[in-house]
Structure formats: structure tokens, C-alpha cells
């Protein structure tokens, strides 16, 4: 049975393809099947669109303008290393292959391929992985000017003996803004990877609703925030009166 004749939610698959119409064909294939997708034609743009987006596999062609698709999947490998690869290629020697599949790829498909062994072996691939949304990792706890944050638990714990609980999603941004502590984190990434909401569907006034309220439990400075400082133009990014910790202590 197909993914449409199942009703479920329907999945994002981001296809990185130059050659228009094997995209085109790929696309209308995949969208027939009731996948929502995605297209890129160049490996700069593709690789954005994999480590930014909410999709929940990518096909991949080796063979792209502006880039090695090797190398594009090395950067999907290092940022997102759950999400389904699976290359599509005419570069079908033996050599590539075991390197595609060494890199981390989960299917490695040599053009020309028929549409319905494609779809088999996107199916495959996702029942596999079970194409869930990844869980934002960084540090186990942050240490405030008054207190420190346990990001395992959920818990601030300041410095006068109070504590006070973060929901899950305040804990996962916190930890997404403590992963990337050298950079301004738009609000378009943030609802992408850790609300797992298309940015395009999406408001981004949801975001600053919730760092204002995520600031007013850390103690931040309403006027002059410092923990979660605002970049204009930008989004937001941990200022340096927070480090991360690796361990639980004090």
C-alpha cells in the first residue's frame, strides 16, 4: 500500500537533482505518492536546504553545480546524522559506491533507475530509519550569573535556593543556542529544527513570544538582556554572561 493510501502525515522529501527532467519526473512521482517535496538544483542550495529544513530524507546526486554531492552529504552527516540519504547518481562504479554507503549514505541508486523501484526503496528507507524528528543535543547544563540550568531535567536552579521548571521546548532551545554558542540562530532555523515546523507556514512572532518568556524564568534583563540576546536582523544567540557545562554540578 502506498504512503497516500495510508493517510498519514505526509513527509518532506528534499530532492537535490540539476538535470531537470529526471527532477520533474522524480518530483511528480514522489508527490503523486503524497510525499510533500522539496528542490534544489545546486550543491550549495541543496545543502542548505537539508540542514535547515524539515524534511525527513534527501536523494542526492553526486554530480551537482557548485559542488561535490559527496561532499554535501559529509555536511548532512556532521549536522543532521538521522536523516535519511539516499543517493541517486550515474556514477555507478563500485569505488563510488562503497564510498556513498562509507559516508553514511543509506541507499546508493544508479541512474537509470524505474520510478517504482525508487519509490520501493524511499519506503524501504524510511520504515528503516522510522524518519522521526531528531532530538536537539548540547550541553547537559548551562551555569547562569545567579544559578545554573539542568538541561536533562528541565530545571533551573538559582543561587538564593529557588528552582523553577522550562518546558521541553524552552530546554531544547536553550540547548540548540548553547550548541551553536558562536552565532546568531535565525528564528526560520529555530522553529525548522527545533520546532520541526516549515518556516514558511509558520510565523516567527511564536519565537520571540517564547525567549521573552523563556527570559523572564532565567532572570534575564527585561530592558538589556544578557543570557538570550537578541541580534538584529538576525535572531538570537547566548550572550557571554552564560557557559555551558558538560556535567550536572554546581
Same mark, same amino acid.
Given at each position: 500500500?502506498?504512503?497516500?493510501?495510508?493517510?498519514?502525515?505526509?513527509?518532506?522529501?528534499?530532492?537535490?537533482?540539476?538535470?531537470?527532467?529526471?527532477?520533474? *519526473?522524480?518530483?511528480?512521482?514522489?508527490?503523486?505518492?503524497?510525499?510533500?517535496?522539496? /528542490?534544489?538544483?545546486?550543491?550549495? %542550495?541543496?545543502?542548505?536546504?537539508?540542514?535547515?529544513?524539515?524534511?525527513?530524507?534527501?536523494?542526492?546526486?553526486?554530480?551537482?553545480?557548485?559542488?561535490?554531492?559527496?561532499?554535501?552529504? %559529509?555536511?548532512?552527516?556532521?549536522?543532521?546524522?538521522?536523516?535519511?540519504?539516499?543517493?541517486?547518481?550515474?556514477?555507478?562504479?563500485?569505488?563510488?559506491?562503497?564510498?556513498?554507503?562509507? &559516508?553514511?549514505?543509506?541507499?546508493?541508486?544508479?541512474?537509470?533507475?524505474?520510478?517504482?523501484?525508487?519509490?520501493?526503496?524511499? /519506503?524501504?528507507?524510511?520504515?528503516?530509519?522510522?524518519?522521526?524528528?531528531?532530538?536537539?543535543?548540547?550541553?547537559?547544563? &548551562?551555569?547562569?550569573?545567579?544559578?545554573?540550568?539542568?538541561?536533562?531535567?528541565?530545571?533551573?536552579?538559582?543561587?538564593?535556593?529557588?528552582?523553577?521548571?522550562?518546558?521541553? =521546548? /524552552?530546554?531544547?532551545?536553550?540547548?540548540?543556542?548553547? %550548541?551553536?554558542?558562536?552565532?546568531?540562530?535565525?528564528?526560520?532555523?529555530? &522553529?525548522?529544527?527545533?520546532?520541526?515546523?516549515?518556516?514558511?507556514?509558520?510565523?516567527?512572532?511564536?519565537?520571540?513570544?517564547?525567549?521573552?518568556?523563556?527570559?523572564?524564568?532565567? =532572570?534575564?534583563?527585561?530592558?538589556?538582556?544578557?543570557?538570550?540576546?537578541?541580534?538584529?536582523?538576525?535572531?538570537?544567540?547566548?550572550?557571554?554572561?552564560?557557559?555551558?557545562?558538560?556535567?550536572? *554540578?554546581?
Amino acid at each position: 500500500m502506498t504512503l497516500r493510501g495510508r493517510q498519514l502525515e505526509r513527509p518532506t522529501i528534499l530532492v537535490i537533482e540539476d538535470d531537470g527532467a529526471i527532477r520533474e *519526473g522524480v518530483v511528480d512521482a514522489l508527490r503523486f505518492e503524497g510525499f510533500e517535496v522539496e /528542490e534544489a538544483t545546486t550543491a550549495p %542550495k541543496g545543502e542548505e536546504l537539508a540542514l535547515r529544513s524539515v524534511c525527513s530524507l534527501v536523494l542526492l546526486d553526486l554530480m551537482l553545480p557548485g559542488g561535490d554531492g559527496f561532499e554535501v552529504l %559529509k555536511q548532512i552527516r556532521r549536522a543532521r546524522p538521522r536523516l535519511p540519504v539516499i543517493i541517486l547518481t550515474a556514477r555507478g562504479r563500485e569505488a563510488d559506491r562503497v564510498l556513498g554507503l562509507r &559516508l553514511g549514505a543509506d541507499d546508493y541508486v544508479v541512474k537509470p533507475f524505474s520510478v517504482r523501484e525508487l519509490l520501493a526503496r524511499v /519506503e524501504a528507507v524510511m520504515r528503516r530509519t522510522s524518519a522521526q524528528p531528531e532530538r536537539v543535543h548540547g550541553p547537559a547544563s &548551562l551555569r547562569l550569573p545567579e544559578g545554573r540550568v539542568d538541561l536533562q531535567r528541565r530545571e533551573l536552579h538559582f543561587d538564593d535556593g529557588s528552582l523553577a521548571a522550562l518546558s521541553e =521546548r /524552552e530546554a531544547e532551545l536553550l540547548g540548540y543556542l548553547a %550548541k551553536h554558542p558562536a552565532r546568531a540562530v535565525s528564528r526560520d532555523e529555530i &522553529l525548522s529544527q527545533v520546532w520541526h515546523l516549515n518556516p514558511a507556514r509558520f510565523q516567527s512572532r511564536t519565537i520571540d513570544m517564547h525567549v521573552a518568556r523563556l527570559r523572564e524564568k532565567l =532572570r534575564d534583563n527585561k530592558s538589556a538582556p544578557h543570557i538570550i540576546v537578541t541580534v538584529r536582523g538576525k535572531g538570537y544567540m547566548l550572550g557571554h554572561a552564560i557557559t555551558a557545562q558538560s556535567g550536572l *554540578g554546581p
